[in-house]
């Protein structure tokens, strides 16, 4: 069983709908983050988070460090938004340790 | 664009070459990584610079060698490698080891 489990797996979504994407870790964490990964492989950082909530535009994070859970959030999602999503922590000696990420495709 | 580049982006190889990826960062950042992300499997790290000083091996096979010679570049020297070391192989910084890290493009290696 990996320390950070994502689901699903696999997303689907019509242009507009709510996505809600979720992560569950096992390990005691300083930090979460929520990467992006484009289709060529290049990843980018959207989130770091330790606690509450966080808000850049569309997407909003948020972590229950009592549940060990984290959420992603994507309101009025757009075709451009197709990435994969990983959820990593940041566990004992600054570590970072990675889900297998949730492939998302937005469809018109 | 993050200010992490990596070169070559796609690289094919037989198991008797040597080659190198490189890894340049313009963001004046301490820390630089090595990670491996194989077809359906999690990031792997494999290696982790500090002020241009190794600071973690994660267990990697010596047929893979890492440079820093100073903290804007890092090296993975590759040697008689095996088609399963056939990855994407990402390269990151960061400031210090606990912030935000940035990655570069990525390198695409083939091993015939």
């Known amino acids: 069983k990996n320390e950070v489990e994502q689901s699903p797996q696999n997303l689907t979504a019509q242009e507009g709908e709510f996505i809600t994407i979720n992560c569950s870790y096992s390990?005691?964490?300083?930090?979460l983050h929520w990467l992006q990964q484009h289709p060529g492989g290049g990843i980018v950082s959207l989130f770091m988070?330790?606690?509450g909530k966080k808000k850049h535009g569309r997407l909003i994070a948020t972590i229950n460090i009592q549940e060990k859970h984290s959420s992603l959030h994507i309101t009025a999602s757009h075709p451009r938004d197709s990435a994969v999503y990983i959820c990593?922590?940041?566990?004992?000696?600054?570590?970072?340790?990675f889900g297998t990420g949730t492939r998302l495709q937005v469809t018109l | 664009e993050t200010g992490v580049t990596q070169t070559p982006r796609h690289l094919v190889m037989g198991m008797t070459n040597k080659k190198s990826l490189k890894c340049e960062q313009h963001?004046?950042?301490?820390?630089m990584y090595w990670y491996k992300q194989s077809a359906k499997k999690p990031l792997e790290l494999m290696f982790v610079?500090?002020?241009?000083?190794?600071?973690e091996n994660n267990s990697v096979p010596s047929r893979f060698s890492p440079e820093c010679p100073n903290s804007s570049h890092l090296f993975l020297h590759l040697h008689t490698l095996q088609p399963e070391d056939s990855a994407l192989y990402l390269c990151?910084?960061?400031?210090?080891?606990?912030?935000?890290?940035?990655f570069g493009p990525g390198t695409r290696l083939t091993v015939l």
């Open positions: 990151a910084s960061s400031q210090g080891s606990v912030d935000t890290q940035y």
């Open positions: 390990v005691g964490i300083s930090a």
């Open positions: 988070l330790s606690s």
């Open positions: 990593a922590v940041t566990g004992t000696a600054s570590k970072l340790t």
């Open positions: 963001l004046g950042h301490n820390a």
């Open positions: 610079y500090n002020f241009k000083e190794q600071t």
